[in-house]
């Protein structure tokens, strides 16, 4: 059996800072873009947030960087602290609010790591992006409480190891000495095509 990939925070942060800041900008965003279907059925169920707000920041930071221009991006972009009010209340709460509650993080940090390039801000989104995936795939299996034997059986969850070979296939193409703008509309298209919980065209 081939052993499932585990998140390894300490090697991401190794590997995310050896990027130039766009790269790190594209890493985050592509994190972000798996969790916006879930926040996104989130919102529409409960009717609360504010989805447009929500998708249209997540394709101005992908136009950003398609056009090799983050810095008219970020002066159209929201405030982290306008983002942060749209955190799911406890009174709208459905089964798809742990993975809204994600999403509104993950973007809160990339947000801000397009204002301040700290490597530690990209490592966050991604681990917003795996544990959304785990905690989903947990509710799936209907787990409560998890051992460890269910921990280790629960890592080598298909969506779980989707997503996290998603991130190591996202940080080779951007470690290609040659990596540029151009791959930005794949780098999109790879993860709108494995949402957490598989929520596609939500």
Not at 21 to 39: D, G, N
Not at 117 to 139: G, I
Not at 148 to 160: C, K, M, R, T
Request: hydrophobic share 45%; net charge negative.
């Amino acid at each position: 059996m081939v052993a499932p990939v585990r998140f390894d925070s300490r090697r991401l942060r190794e590997d995310l800072a050896n990027l130039a800041p766009w790269q790190r900008v594209a890493f985050a965003v592509s994190c972000v873009e798996v969790l916006i279907p879930a926040y996104l059925r989130f919102s529409g169920l409960e009717e609360v947030g504010d989805p447009v707000l929500v998708r249209s920041s997540v394709d101005a930071v992908w136009s950003g960087l398609q056009r090799g221009d983050m810095s008219s991006a970020i002066s159209e972009l929201p405030s982290s602290d306008s983002i942060k009010e749209l955190l799911p209340a406890e009174e709208d709460w459905n089964e798809w609010a742990p993975q809204a509650e994600d999403a509104i993080a993950s973007l809160v940090y990339l947000l801000d790591l397009l204002r301040d390039d700290n490597v530690d801000l990209a490592v966050y989104v991604a681990e917003r992006a795996y544990a959304a995936v785990d905690e989903f795939e947990a509710r799936e299996q209907d787990l409560g409480v998890i051992g460890s034997d269910d921990s280790e059986a629960l890592l080598q969850a298909s969506s779980i190891q989707a997503e996290l070979h998603r991130q190591i296939d996202v940080l080779s193409a951007l470690q290609d000495p040659v990596a540029d703008s151009s791959i930005i509309a794949d780098l999109r298209a790879a993860a709108m095509r494995v949402p957490v919980g598989g929520l596609t065209g939500a």
